[in-house]
Nanobody, 123 residues
Framework: QVQLVESGGGLVQAGGSLRLSCAASGRTFSSKAMGWFRQAPGKEREFVAAISWSGGNTVYTDSVKGRFTISRDDAKNTVYLQIDTLKPEDTAVYYC????????????????WGQGTQVTVSS
């Protein structure tokens, strides 16, 4: 399976920005899409965004569309999540994930998980 390593989390004031990174290694040829989930304490893990490697199509959950941007760097096997205008409700552990398609990720079908990176937004 593919190995996923997230980075870029931290403590940010509301209104600020962060860019999360997820580097993939191992059997990356079998992972057609990568994306991001997040989980706040006491809440279920929720889908955030996904991108396919072949066509670059993107999928976002409605709650983040317009503020979050997912992108990819094919040469580095890395996906990014640019988070702008951060809100306290964005506070969560953000997990990178890999699967067969962006839409599979949207449905919660995940082949590999990263370890998570903490994003904390202060007001």
């Amino acid at each position: 399976q593919v190995q996923l390593v997230e980075s870029g989390g931290g403590l940010v004031q509301a209104g600020g920005s962060l860019r999360l990174s997820c580097a993939a290694s191992g059997r990356t040829f079998s992972s057609k899409a990568m994306g991001w989930f997040r989980q706040a304490p006491g809440k279920e893990r929720e889908f955030v965004a996904a991108i396919s490697w072949s066509g670059g199509n993107t999928v976002y959950t409605d709650s983040v569309k317009g503020r979050f941007t997912i992108s990819r760097d094919d040469a580095k096997n890395t996906v990014y999540l640019q988070i702008d205008t951060l809100k306290p409700e964005d506070t969560a552990v953000y997990y990178c994930a890999a699967s067969t398609s962006s839409y599979a990720l949207q449905r919660g079908v995940v082949n590999s998980w990263g370890q998570g990176t903490q994003v904390t937004v202060s007001s």
